[in-house]
Structure formats: C-alpha cells, structure tokens
C-alpha cells in the first residue's frame, strides 16, 4: 500500500491544469501530499487505497492553489501618509515626486534601517498576505539605489523566506529612482550600477530577477536597454514597469528582451501587446497602483485578449502607490475596474502568477509531483473570492504539504 502524509477529500478543487478546460475543476475531488509535494489528484472515487496518518474531509469547501503575489516592493522603512494628505489636498503622484518626495522619502528611511529592522516592518504585510491564503511572493529592491542599502533589502526579503512559510522571490530595482547624491546625472547612476551594484548582488545570489522603472520620472528606454543587456550578461531574467504613467515603448522593449512580465501597462498600444504577445512577456496588472493614484487610462486588457498574452493579477504592495497588502482586494478591483473575468482573476493570482515569476515547473497549478502549496476557501462559488470586498473566506492555507 503506497504510504503518503496526508490527504484532503470531499473538496471542490480549481487545479488550473491547462490539460483541462476552463479552472481545471474537479468535483468531489481528493488530494494526496507526500514529502511537501502532490502524490495524487483525482474524482475520490477514483483514489487508490493509500496509508496516511491523516485523512481530513473538508466537506465540500472549494481548493485553488495556494496564491502568488508576483509583484511587491514589500520591504522598505517608514510610510508615506503624509504624501496621501498633499494627494488629498490635490498635489499629484508625480509632483510630489518631482519635487524630491515619493520614492526618494522611502529611500531616506529605507538607508537609515538595518535588516533587522526592514524585516520587522515587512513581516505584518506578509502576514497579512499569507492570512489570504498567499503561499509565493515576489519582493523587490529599489529603496536604497546605493549597492548596500539594496543588498541589504534583497537580504531581508530572502530573510522573510525563512521566518514564515512562504516562497519568496526576489527582484533587483536598483534602477527605480535617481537618488540624490547623483545630481540628476540618470546616465551615471545608471553606468555605476551596471558596472559595482549589479554584479555585486548578483555575486551574492541575491536576486532572482531584474527590473526597471521605464518612466519621464526614472528611466529611459536606452538607460532601461543597459540595465538588461548586463542582467542577461549575468543570466538573470528580467521584468519591467512599463507604460505605467505614459507610454514610452516600455511593452515593445521588455518583449525585446525576452521579459518574464511587463507590469502596469495602462499606456499599452498595440503594438505593444502584439509584440509582448510574440515574445511571450506576460502582462502582470495592478489594479492597486491604478486605483490609489486615481488613473483613469485603462490596461488594455481586451487587446492582450486578442493577441493571446497571458495575464496575471497583482498587489504591487508599496508605500507610494498601492499600499494594499490584500491580493484579495486586488482581484475585486481586477474586477470591478479593470473588467476581467473571475477564471481570468483565479488563473492570475495562481497559474498566470507563478508562470511571471519563471515557477509554473513547481507550483502555480495543482498537479501530480509540484509543490502541495494550496488554499482552501470557505465559499460556494469561487466568484465569491473577487466578489466580496474586505472579506476574507480563506479556510486553511497550506505550504508544501503542511
Ligand atoms: N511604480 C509604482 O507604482 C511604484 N514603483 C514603480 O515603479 C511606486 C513606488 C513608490 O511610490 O514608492
Ligand atoms: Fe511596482
């Protein structure tokens, strides 16, 4: 008799496996986890006999996968509520930021904290996240733009990997913002870091990833084009912010560089998303971003539609412009504002997530031999999870098999 750790039955599970139509549903389903990893999933009527010493019934409730959160700048120092007041009193997210506020005040306190510090100011927001049932983060640099400060970020990121039981995913944004000290010189600040703090973080192993902030207030599309070609020199995959506040080309150039994702894209054009669609850049939407700064310019989610890019939903949890630490409340406005379908929301906070992080191997669906990383939601429809706002249905979470 084939010995497991643990298996789930009377549950409804969405196991987004792309060999079936649709969630991937399987009705009055089971679920065996052996070593941290699925053993089996199937009709429970179709279950070998297994030996486990646990066997739990989780009476009709719905499973998905465990969720991911593919795009966070999660660790950083102090907060930016003040910057809220001048928003309510009619400065705009880009003033305040012309004028030395924005990511460059998070910069300052970000500096002034250790890592021990960064990771007990992060660790409330993970927790937030993973009391919904998030099992995979992505977390970015970009508030320190010194080697130290960002290596030290990436360091708390990886730190938080192994005080809570979640997957973390790190990302480089050094270039995010022009810090201070480099007196408005965007072409050498960007030269020092593609020669001293690339490598340096990449030497360490602490990044999984490299991203840009392609913006008239950050990068340009030459300076964002030596960022990546030094990451591909250094056989680290990249993702952008693009198209964010205007339309530069930032699509068009991360599909030029084989992007993981290109992230934001309210300024999208066409062009853009047949070529991401060519490239096989996913879209990754953050209706959190778009929501607190108040844009009006929508994603063009019907023409990634149309061109077949894939789509994946996230918090985009910062001090400036999203600080929402709710994927929940995220797929709501994936809904409400940006019109996406709920199968389209559930795929791009599990499946479509995973696959914009370069995971979809492991994690990300729920098939024979990936990780066991699962939510179990209290719901009797899973529109239920982008429906209701400010509600959290989440039964169980589990993170590989546990
Ligand atoms: N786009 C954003 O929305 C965030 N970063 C970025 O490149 C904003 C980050 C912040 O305001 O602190
Ligand atoms: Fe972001």
């Not at 928003?87 to 880009?94: K, P, T, V, W």
């Amino acid at each position: 008799m084939l010995r497991v750790d643990r298996i789930w039955t009377g549950a409804r599970i969405a196991t987004l496996d792309p060999a079936r139509p649709g969630l991937g549903i399987i009705e009055s389903a089971a679920l065996a986890t052996r070593g941290g990893r699925i053993a089996w999933i199937g009709p429970t009527a179709e279950m070998p006999v297994f030996n486990a010493p646990e066997r739990i019934d989780l009476e009709g409730r719905w499973v998905t996968p465990g969720l991911t959160d593919c795009h966070t700048h999660l660790v950083y120092a102090g907060n930016r509520a003040h910057e809220f007041e001048l928003r309510l009193a009619g400065a705009s997210y880009e003033a305040i930021a012309r004028a030395g506020g924005g990511i460059l005040s998070t910069v300052k306190a970000t500096r002034a904290a250790t890592e021990a510090e960064l990771v007990e100011a992060a660790l409330p927001r993970l927790d937030a996240l993973i009391a919904e049932g998030v099992t995979g983060i992505e977390i970015k640099s970009g508030y320190g733009l010194d080697t130290d400060t960002e290596a030290r970020q990436l360091r708390a990121a990886r730190a938080l990997g192994s005080l809570r039981p979640v997957t973390v995913a790190t990302t480089f944004l050094g270039a995010h913002a022009l810090p201070t000290e480099a007196e408005g010189d965007k072409d050498g600040y960007i030269a020092r870091l593609c020669a001293q703090t690339l490598p340096a973080i990449a030497a360490e192993g602490l990044a999984d990833a490299v991203d840009a902030f392609m913006e008239h207030i950050a990068f340009d599309g030459a300076q964002t084009a030596r960022v990546f070609e030094v990451a591909k020199r250094l056989g680290l995959p990249v993702r952008l912010h693009a198209d964010q506040l205007s339309n530069l080309g930032g699509a068009k150039l991360a599909a030029r560089y084989g992007a993981l994702s290109a992230d934001h894209l309210e300024h999208t054009d066409e062009e853009g998303a047949a070529a991401m669609a060519r490239a096989g850049t996913m879209a990754v939407l953050l209706p959190g971003a778009f929501y607190f700064i108040r844009e009006t310019k929508l994603p063009p989610v019907e023409l990634f539609r149309k061109h077949g890019v894939k789509i994946a939903l996230a918090t985009d949890s910062n001090p400036g412009s999203s600080p929402l630490t709710s994927l929940l409340l995220a797929m709501n406005m994936g809904a409400t504002l940006f019109r996406l379908t709920v199968d389209e929301i559930i795929a791009g906070v599990t499946r479509e997530a995973a696959r914009a992080l370069g995971w979809l191997g492991e994690t990300g669906t729920l098939e024979v031999g990936k990780w066991c990383d699962l939510a179990i939601w209290d719901v009797e429809r899973l529109a239920e999870l982008p429906y209701r706002m400010g509600f959290n249905p989440l039964h169980k979470r589990v993170w590989r098999g546990q």
